[in-house]
Structure formats: structure tokens, C-alpha cells
């Protein structure tokens, strides 16, 4: 298994603290929080070392037919991702759920099969992330929908979201079995089973044991991003977290 981090834990001026992470760690963007200009410096501050892309989740929302530009600005993130050899672009189902569910569905099932010929033209591979919930009200696709879609799409990777599937009651170990070899990335993060708090792994109430002994059989060489939102300043104590985490549970 690979260790990513993601971006979201060093927002603003505080992002150049990623330029320290020892580069044995992979970095997860949000590409459209910045200008290529900007992308292109930290890029080559970060070296040598994997790289996956966050694709646009506040600017775009599948579920909207409103949102007609969907395909214009994946393409920008499909060309940066080509550009710089990204592993893979995670993409969002929806955001809030516009008008009724069935119609908010199809919606997006029609414009996840453009998204997935536009990529095949960048050779860019799509990952599907577990999004909404049920607090919020834009819980659209179950476990056995979300499970259904690499169904539908063949041609797609899952990534599965930690903190969204335990919020929405999701028992994450049987999640990885069902997945299988569709599973090639996590977003980890701790919460109450109450809201979205992206914590550190170990302040909220996930059982890691059993996931993580579920992770090793079925999804040995996936990549593991740290999708922490708080509770480091600074990249040695995040690596020292890291390291913790590795002795607990022999990842």
C-alpha cells in the first residue's frame, strides 16, 4: 500500500508545507483551488513521488442540470492530470441533490459516461468516490447503487471515503470485500458517526483494526490518502502520525 496526503490538510499560504513531506509520500490535490501557474511551482517543489488529483467538487455538481460546463472544465483537470502523470482523477456522483433523486440519478449516470470517454481520451483512469450524507440530505446513491455503478462502468476504479461511509452507516470492511480489485484508493479520515469532521485516524470512533486487516487481503497495492482537514501544522508530526499508524496496524 502507498500513503498519499492530501492538500486539504495544508490549505492557503500553509500549503507549502507539503514541499517538506518526505517524498516516499504521495500528494492529493484539489485542482481547482489553483492556477496552473501555481500547480507547475508546487509541482516541481514536491520532486519525484506519486501524485493523484481531487476533480472538481465545489465549482461542479453532477447532479445539477444547470451545470451544462461539466465537460470544459473536466478537461482541463483530465490535461493536468496527463501532464503530470497523475495515478488517478477522483471524480464526485453529485453535491446537493437538485430536484427528485430518480431524475438527479440519471442525470449523472448519463454524464459519468461522457466523463469516462473524455478521460480515455486524456489516458487519464477515473476513481469513483462514496459521496453525500444522510445529515445533509444529499445522500443519493446507497451502498448497493454505489456498488452497481462499477457494474455500469467497467472501466471504473473505486475509491472509498472512510469518514462518508461511516457517517452513512456503512460497515467499511464488508465495503472493501464487495469492491474487490475495483478498489484502488481510500480517503481516510475519523469522525463521531455524526457529521463529516475529517479527523485524524484515532479521534473519532472508527474501528481501524478490522478495516485494515480487510484492506491488506483485498486491496493490497491501493493507495491510502490521508484526507485529514485539521490537527497538524507541520509535516514531521504528520509524518510521526504516519509512522504510529504503520506499527498499530502493520500497513
Not at 520532486?47 to 444547470?66: F, Q, Y
Not at 431524475?103 to 476513481?127: C, D, P, S, T, W
Not at 445522500?139 to 472512510?162: G, I, M, N, S, V
Not at 484515532?202 to 478490522?210: E, S
Amino acid at each position: 500500500m502507498n500513503i498519499a496526503i492530501s492538500d486539504l490538510l495544508f490549505p492557503g499560504f500553509t500549503k507549502f508545507a507539503l514541499r517538506q513531506l518526505n517524498p516516499k509520500y504521495g500528494i492529493e490535490f484539489f485542482y481547482e483551488f489553483g492556477k496552473d501557474y501555481y500547480w507547475n511551482e508546487e509541482l516541481r517543489a514536491w520532486g519525484e513521488r506519486e501524485l493523484s488529483i481531487h476533480g472538481p467538487c465545489v465549482a461542479i455538481n453532477l447532479a445539477d442540470p444547470e451545470q451544462t460546463s461539466f465537460l470544459e472544465i473536466y478537461a482541463q483537470t483530465f490535461a493536468y492530470a496527463k501532464m503530470c502523470k497523475a495515478k488517478f482523477v477522483v471524480v464526485h456522483t453529485n453535491e446537493a441533490v437538485i430536484d427528485n433523486p430518480k431524475a438527479a440519478k440519471e442525470r449523472i449516470l448519463q454524464r459519468l459516461e461522457l466523463l469516462f470517454k473524455l478521460a480515455e481520451n486524456y489516458g487519464v483512469q477515473i476513481v469513483i468516490e462514496n459521496v453525500g450524507l444522510i445529515p445533509k440530505q444529499n445522500y443519493l446513491f446507497t451502498l448497493p447503487e454505489f456498488l452497481e455503478l462499477f457494474k455500469r462502468f467497467p472501466q471504473a476504479k473505486a475509491l472509498l471515503d472512510t469518514g462518508h461511509a461511516h457517517v452513512n452507516g456503512w460497515e467499511l470492511a464488508e465495503v472493501v470485500r464487495s469492491l474487490g480489485d475495483k478498489l484502488i484508493a481510500f480517503h481516510l479520515h475519523d469522525n463521531d458517526g455524526n457529521g463529516d469532521q475529517h479527523l485524524p485516524l484515532g479521534q473519532g470512533n472508527i474501528d481501524w483494526a478490522p478495516f485494515f486487516k480487510t484492506v491488506k487481503e483485498y486491496a493490497p497495492h491501493s493507495t491510502l490518502v490521508l484526507e485529514y482537514c485539521c490537527g497538524f501544522t507541520n509535516t514531521k508530526d504528520l509524518e510521526a502520525h504516519i509512522a504510529a499508524l504503520k506499527e498499530k496496524y502493520a500497513i
